[in-house]
């Protein structure tokens, strides 16, 4: 009897050995991956000797393919990335490009992906990523991309893209991403007809934009569209911004501002307010609904990105009589950014690939070929106006002699994690309307995902 | 001898499932457990020690409040909703009316739709707009004259999650109701037809005999949709997106483990959510276990 016991548990440990080898040949590529990981922090800490490891590579700069990994997968975006492609494919026709990209919002589900595939060591080439903080807080801290000074030095990029753009994607002087466009956050859209019908003015500062909504909610129009959680985050970094001004609103991001102060007070009553003059069914409306309504004279003003021009001009609406733009109240002069750039990956599988795709990632020629496409302007400030439609030639005015400040909701300013603190506090917020709990929170967001001590 | 056979080929074709159960299952969830314990933030990991910190974290964090609220209130109403509406279209059609076939169908294939599918189309169907862009039923009730119906559905302060749950209920009812239907046929007719010889009246027939008799189905209903709505996500993601009055612990989880990299945190979430659908669940498997061995 326990012979046969014997006997059979040998049987199935040996199935069992069987089984799992079978699994893991199609793996065979995992082993070398899970090496990177411990060469990385090395790395990080001397950047420049990592040349060192890419050495071998140099040394054959023809062949080879670059994985580049975005969450391009439809509208202009993508025909966007494919122009930028052509480009690729004729300056470097030996590398294979291969585009990894994952569907999904803003990106959510990609990133999802990129975790996973960075935990498991097996990184892509390069990858998209929102500029500044939301790249820098989450891959420079893990060690998983490269800085890349020398390639702003070696392609003059330092020389064509605005000076302060620079240290809002750089940490401690190392500049770490490629942006290939530039969005601008803090604008608001209005629609004309319904302003010159209750007579009143574009507004410039935050009291007369008040007034103006007063004067609209008692003519009976729907002051300001708003849509979804997000779109009010994106409202809340605007009014921050038109309140305190753009030094004391950079001061927020790297701890010189004091989120208990009495001025983010007045900030966060101002957007409390400015809440009160929104559509009721604000939750329950993407941006695009938002932006809908003031094109339908259902609202009279939407603070949204200048993505929202490209979805007018998809309607077949005409700038300046449809709908007209001008910065977010208290923020003239000054150019809130939001920016999809690229990174090098440490331990990328082909450095030099990745290498010459970032090259095209910050030419002339790639950002022409991608941002007409997109809806964008380029970050550099030398592209050719006459590529560009009438509202994005009046941003690219404004990128290169403005002041430029990031973003909140959409990556430059926070890293993940404070983000989505703040965003947790925005939803408790909307839905209780308290602003001292709200400040409170955003002081211990600061604290424990921010710089502040 | 043949028995010893027997066994050895037993243990032989099921090892490879309980190895890949107990990798996939046990050992992740051990880890979780360990992450949980951690003070992982952000993308490397990290396992130093952290105690039940993140345990506590939640208990005091105020968002977790509005999840545990929201999913009492779904729970209650969704398992609730179900059993009632699946409890009385059973019976209907228990009547031996005609076309029984064709209507036991029509009412089972909400079941056959993903929740995404159902989401869409809910969210259509429950918009909350006011004025002249009123659609969905609201138009409907509108037009019909209904005008007290009219409602800010799931954007309602505090209560908007139970809107969520009629899409769940119109969903799932049909399902309870294929649990009862088979319980009603499994009931012998003499019971009936003796109680009816007793003068008892149709209502006293069902309250006093065919309930009870049902209490089985009851409890496997109330096992099976009360998991489910535990771990419901991808309903409310469809309707209203992630926003905090319609949070639930399993949309915190995904946000603060992917947008936010608390890993940690995440953890934590997801062994409360394996907790509390272990509590609902493992007494129903020894019940049934038990029952199945005595007969």
């Not at chain 1, 790395?43 to 890419?54: D, L, Q, V």
């Not at chain 1, 956050?185 to 007063?214: K, Q």
């Amino acid at each position: 009897m326990t012979k046969k016991m014997w006997y059979s548990l040998m049987a199935t440990l040996m199935i069992t050995v069987l089984v799992l080898s079978a699994c893991t040949t199609p793996a065979t590529e995992a082993p070398p991956m899970t090496e990177p990981p411990e060469t990385e922090a090395p790395m990080t800490e001397a950047p420049t000797e990592a040349a060192g490891t890419e050495a071998p590579m140099t040394e054959a700069p023809t062949g080879g393919q670059v994985e580049v990994f975005s969450w391009w997968t439809g509208g202009g975006e993508a025909a966007g990335l494919e122009a930028m492609m052509g480009v690729f494919a004729e300056q470097y026709p030996d590398v294979e490009f291969v585009n990894a990209a994952v569907a999904g919002g803003a990106g959510t589900n990609a990133r999802a992906v990129l975790a996973t595939r960075l935990q498991a060591g097996d990184p892509p080439d390069s990858w998209q990523g929102h500029a500044g903080q939301e790249l820098i807080g989450t891959y420079v801290a893990g060690g998983q991309i490269e800085p890349l000074n020398d390639l702003y030095e070696s392609e003059g990029w330092i020389d064509v893209m605005p000076e302060t753009l620079i240290p809002l994607i750089s940490q401690d002087g190392n500049i770490y991403s490629v942006p290939v466009n530039i969005h601008r956050a803090n604008v608001l859209w209005y629609n004309p007809a319904v302003l010159e019908a209750n007579g009143v003015e574009v507004p410039a500062s935050i009291d007369e934009w008040f007034t103006a909504m007063d004067t609209l909610q008692a003519a009976g129009v729907t002051p300001l569209a708003l849509g979804e959680q997000w779109t009010k985050m994106h409202l809340m970094e605007t009014v921050l911004l038109g309140t305190l001004g753009a030094d004391a609103y950079n001061g927020l991001w790297d701890g010189t501002t004091d989120w208990g102060s009495a001025e983010v007070k007045t900030g966060l009553d101002n957007f409390a307010k400015a809440l009160t003059y929104a559509n009721s069914d604000s939750s329950s409306l993407s941006w695009q609904d938002a932006a809908q309504l003031v094109i339908n004279g259902d609202a009279a003003f939407n603070v949204m990105g200048d993505w929202a021009e490209g979805y007018f001009r998809e309607l077949g609406k005409a700038p300046n009589t449809d709908y007209g733009w001008a910065p977010t109240p208290g923020s003239d002069g000054v150019f809130q950014f939001l920016s999809d750039s690229f990174v090098l990956a440490v331990g990328a599988p082909d450095a030099e690939a990745a290498t010459a795709w970032l090259k095209i990632a910050g030419s002339k020629e790639g950002q022409e070929a991608f941002n007409p496409v997109k809806g964008s302007i380029c970050a550099r400030t030398d592209c050719d106006a006459s590529l560009f439609g009438e509202y994005l030639q009046s941003a690219m005015d404004d990128w290169s002699t403005d002041v430029v400040v990031g973003s909140l909701a959409h990556g430059v300013v926070a890293n993940d994690s404070w983000k989505t603190e703040i965003d947790t506090a925005l939803g408790l917020f909307v839905a209780d309307s308290n602003v001292e709990n709200f400040q409170a929170a955003l002081v211990a967001a600061c604290t424990s995902s921010g710089p502040c001590k | 001898m043949s028995r010893d056979k027997d066994r050895f080929l037993n243990i032989l074709l099921i090892s490879p499932s309980i190895l890949a159960v107990l990798i996939f299952v046990y050992v992740f969830i051990g880890w979780s457990v360990r992450v949980s314990l951690s003070k992982w933030k952000g993308l490397t990991a990290d396992y130093t020690w952290n105690g039940i910190n993140n345990y506590l974290e939640l208990f005091k964090d105020p968002r977790f409040h509005v999840d545990i609220r929201n999913t009492v209130i779904f729970t209650g109403v969704f398992v609730f909703g179900s059993i009632i509406l699946g409890f009385i279209l059973a019976v209907m059609l228990d009547q031996g009316l005609k076309g029984e076939g064709f209507f036991r169908s029509l009412f089972l294939f909400p079941m056959a739709i993903s929740y995404i599918v159902t989401g869409v189309v809910w969210r259509w169907l429950m918009n909350p707009a006011a004025g002249s862009r009123t659609s969905g039923f609201n138009l409907l009730f509108t037009n019909v004259g209904l005008d007290s119906l009219v409602n800010q559905w799931h954007t309602t302060p505090t209560w908007g999650i139970a809107a969520i749950a009629l899409a769940a209920i119109w969903q799932m009812s049909g399902y309870t109701m294929a649990l009862y239907l088979a319980g009603l046929r499994a009931i012998p007719l003499e019971l009936k037809e003796a109680a009816r010889i007793d003068g008892a009246s149709e209502f006293q027939i069902y309250r006093r005999i065919m309930l009870p008799l049902l209490s089985p189905v009851t409890l496997s209903a109330l096992i099976i949709l009360g998991h489910m709505s535990l771990k419901v996500f991808d309903l409310i993601i469809a309707i209203a997106g992630k926003q905090l009055p319609l949070d639930v612990p399993a949309i915190y989880m995904w946000q603060v483990t992917f947008d936010g990299l608390f890993y940690g945190k995440g953890a934590a979430i997801g062994i409360l959510l394996l907790i509390s659908v272990a509590v609902l669940i493992i007494p129903y498997i020894r019940y049934t276990l038990k029952t199945e061995a005595q007969s």
